[in-house]
């Protein structure tokens, strides 16, 4: 693909090296998509080869004109660029996290006492599944260690105490519902909390060095805060309504969940330790990016948990998922910048600004969100559907007269949880529920159009309701976070 896109003549206004680096950028995301290799693979082979072409792909006559540049020593540490982000760290961080949360068991118990609580009948029982989901999210940045990782085994666990079992007619009993409630619950998470998923933070590195803006954590919770809560309040119902469990009363519930609490006995050190360490890295997070930088605090974090032995080296190395994940975000974080560097952005910015050209601010905004919320169902990632879009829609919105950049930038980064329900590999945790035997394929699409589309439709609300001059409008552009929340690694102009 790459090379037949490459053997094509550049477009009008497009510069030839940058049209080149397009293409390999293409194939790379078109890897990302197929999978013919691990995802960790493909980047790092894009960036290989984009290194190694540099001279022809990367730099402009301009610059290869200087009299003191190497274009192959520009190549490398262009390539190796990625590796040295802060962002991609935090990333990796965060798979550290979860290798916790299952060791000491912390996050079961945290689940465990929300379905003892809640679990009274089926609806209130998804409401736990719910709670769950959002008591975890503020600092589980991988969505696919929080719900697939920790919500996912309990919940698992419920459906056979109703004669519920998967691949059978009996799913529907109960089963099927828990399944749905618990991944619908954890998109809307996921858009919640800036540190509720891994892409996030990859985004806001993204709109920096896209647009120099920098997002808040407090600020980006609570912009979406008038629209997660009254998801998270439907999610349950609206399952309910479209996909209703058979069985209605729960009541053996709320003894299994006391009963398994008693088998894992008082808290144990490791989860005391490991919950309070874990506070203050949100703290950091929230509160302490004037005086740490979240990476540093996460960092800090497995320090301590490898000192106190929670965590143990060979836990570290023997992560798989966590090394391919960084290797995977670091060449995404250099291809990205590749497309701002050689100028495709810029080209793609005014081409698609052309076609909005006429349209009212508010309505150019809403046209980009809801193509960037439903190109999705290209993509079997958030991570290369940001990588491959959200630079090139800030710049076409930006170039809009009229267009507000911070409030464009926040309503597409809010997006990026919401839009993982509209396919069974919209997610990294929905190819988990769709394999579980409880949701079939066709009840899985079904739902995930209805569900999307009503998220699609309040992420618009907000849109409109948080246009400027609308009474709730952004905080003007400017280079430090607001909402009195903190950047994340990588979000401060350096």
């Not at 920790?150 to 419920?158: A, D, E, G, H, W």
């Not at 008038?226 to 003894?255: M, Q």
Request: net charge positive; charged share 10%.
């Amino acid at each position: 693909m790459a090379g037949a896109l490459a053997l094509m003549p550049a477009p009008a206004g497009l510069a030839p090296h940058a049209w080149y680096f397009a293409a390999i950028f293409a194939g790379v995301v078109a890897g990302l998509i197929l999978e013919p290799l691990p995802g960790g693979a493909v980047g790092l082979i894009g960036v290989v080869v984009t290194a190694l072409l540099g001279r022809w792909v990367l730099f402009s006559p301009a610059e290869l004109a200087k009299p003191d540049f190497s274009a192959s020593n520009a190549s490398l540490t262009w390539a190796l660029s990625g590796f040295s982000n802060s962002t991609v760290w935090l990333i990796f961080s965060a798979f550290m996290f979860a290798v916790a949360y299952e060791k000491t068991g912390l996050g079961r118990r945290l689940a465990l006492r929300l379905v003892a609580a809640l679990g009274r009948n089926t609806l209130t029982l998804g409401y736990a599944v719910v709670a769950a989901d959002l008591v975890l999210a503020p600092f589980t940045p991988s969505n696919t260690a929080r719900s697939a990782g920790t919500v996912y085994p309990v919940i698992r666990n419920l459906p056979p105490l109703f004669d519920s079992h998967p691949h059978d007619p009996s799913a529907r009993r109960i089963g099927s519902y828990l399944m749905w409630v618990a991944i619908a619950a954890t998109s809307v998470t996921s858009s919640m909390f800036m540190t509720g998923l891994a892409t996030n933070v990859l985004a806001i590195e993204l709109v920096r060095s896209t647009t120099g803006l920098t997002l808040g954590w407090t600020e980006w919770f609570l912009t979406f805060l008038p629209l997660g809560v009254p998801l998270l309040l439907l999610v349950p119902l609206l399952a309910w309504w479209t996909y209703p469990p058979e069985l209605r009363a729960a009541p053996a519930v709320g003894p299994w969940a006391r009963a398994e609490l008693e088998k894992m006995g008082r808290i144990t050190r490791a989860e005391w330790v490991l919950a309070v360490v874990v506070g203050g890295a949100l703290a950091c997070w929230v509160f302490g990016g004037s005086v740490i930088s979240p990476t540093l605090a996460a960092l800090a974090v497995i320090a301590v948990l490898l000192i106190t032995r929670i965590l143990t080296w060979e836990d570290i190395i023997a992560n798989r998922p966590a090394w391919n994940t960084l290797t995977w975000f670091a060449a995404l974080v250099a291809m990205a910048d590749g497309l701002r560097r050689t100028g495709f952005v810029a080209w793609f910015a005014q081409g698609l600004a052309g076609h909005l050209t006429g349209l009212s601010p508010a309505t150019a905004v809403v046209l980009l969100v809801a193509a960037f919320f439903l190109v999705h169902y290209l993509f079997a990632s958030t991570t290369a559907h940001a990588t491959a879009l959200l630079p090139m829609m800030l710049a076409a919105g930006s170039a809009l007269p009229g267009v507000d950049g911070r409030h464009l930038a926040l309503m597409l980064c809010l997006s990026l949880g919401l839009m993982g329900i509209i396919s069974p590999y919209g997610s990294g945790p929905g190819p988990v529920y769709a394999t579980s035997g409880y949701l079939p394929a066709r009840d899985f699409w079904r739902l995930g159009a209805i569900f999307g589309g009503v998220y699609l439709l309040g992420m618009l609300v907000l849109v409109v309701a948080t246009s400027p001059g609308a009474g709730g409008a952004p905080p003007p552009n400017r280079k430090e976070t607001g909402g009195g929340g903190r950047a994340p690694p990588g979000a401060r102009k350096k």
